[in-house]
């Protein structure tokens, strides 16, 4: 599937995050999104190590990939968890189209990228706010993703760090031909700042789950970030 993911990050994605969709009605807010043109699904791992809270796994993964790949989507999975080497297998297994681990979490990075693109996944390589640039500038060529966490990770609703942007211009030189991602107090409002700054993948989760209509909340932060 990382053909299909490929494609779809070639242009800029809004992606919805599920870790902020109410679990009783998943399959119906991700139809709600998908009919709205959503072909990203973000999909948040914790483990209540990594950072406090613990959420969802393969078995949530499996349950709604052939859902998204019906309908033309993708699933890309951010790992937020110790060890994410001892893990990439099963969500593989489980449907992922990309994943991502954190930088912070392995001394193994460029060994985990590798894996993960064995497994027939699009690699991607994560770091938190106070995490410098400079530590993903060897993974040059080994990541297709690095994402650029706009917040301290662990809790969705938190306001964009106001210094992101600046941070994703420091980023954007050293990556290659990979796309950054921002994850963390993506909305209409903000998206259009770290847009500008060289980001094409954009995470949004209570931004458009925690709206009264999800799918509108999905097409306003579209049409801010200039994405398809």
């Known amino acids: 599937m990382s053909e299909?993911?490929?494609?779809?990050?070639?242009?800029?994605?809004?992606?919805?995050?599920?870790?902020s969709a109410d679990f009783a009605r998943l399959g119906t807010q991700l139809d709600e999104v998908m009919?709205?043109?959503?072909?990203?699904?973000?999909?948040?791992?914790?483990?209540?190590?990594?950072?406090?809270p613990i959420t969802i796994g393969p078995l949530v993964l499996s349950a709604i990939a052939d859902q998204v790949h019906d309908a033309g989507g993708a699933v890309d999975v951010h790992l937020m968890i110790e060890q994410p080497e001892r893990q990439i297998?099963?969500?593989?297994?489980?449907?992922?189209?990309?994943?991502?681990?954190?930088?912070e979490a392995t001394p193994h990075a460029n060994r985990v990228l590798t894996?993960?693109?064995?497994l027939g996944c699009l690699?991607?390589?994560?770091?938190?706010?106070?995490?410098?640039?400079?530590d993903v500038a060897g993974l040059r060529g080994y990541a297709d993703i690095v994402l650029n966490m706009t917040i301290n990770p662990g809790?969705?609703?938190?306001?964009?760090?106001?210094?992101?942007?600046?941070?994703i211009e420091r980023l954007a030189p050293l990556v290659g031909s990979?796309?950054?991602?921002?994850?963390?107090?993506?909305?209409a409002s903000t998206v259009g700042s770290v847009a500008q700054a060289g980001t094409s993948l954009f995470v949004a989760?209570?931004?458009?789950?925690?709206?009264?209509?999800?799918a509108a909340a999905y097409a306003e932060i579209v049409a801010a970030a200039g994405a398809a």
């Open 35 to 52: 009919d709205a043109g959503a072909r990203v699904i973000h999909f948040d791992v914790m483990d209540g190590h990594f950072v406090p």
């Open 155 to 167: 809790w969705g609703g938190q306001e964009m760090l106001p210094e992101s942007p600046a941070k």
């Open 205 to 214: 989760g209570s931004a458009v789950f925690g709206s009264d209509d999800p």
């Open 4 to 19: 299909r993911m490929g494609e779809l990050i070639a242009s800029p994605r809004v992606a919805p995050s599920i870790l």
């Open 123 to 134: 690699a991607g390589v994560a770091i938190n706010p106070a995490t410098p640039v400079e």
């Open 89 to 103: 297998a099963e969500f593989a297994k489980a449907g992922a189209d990309s994943i991502t681990f954190h930088r």
């Open 178 to 187: 990979a796309r950054i991602e921002v994850d963390g107090g993506i909305d």
């Open 115 to 118: 894996a993960i693109r064995e």
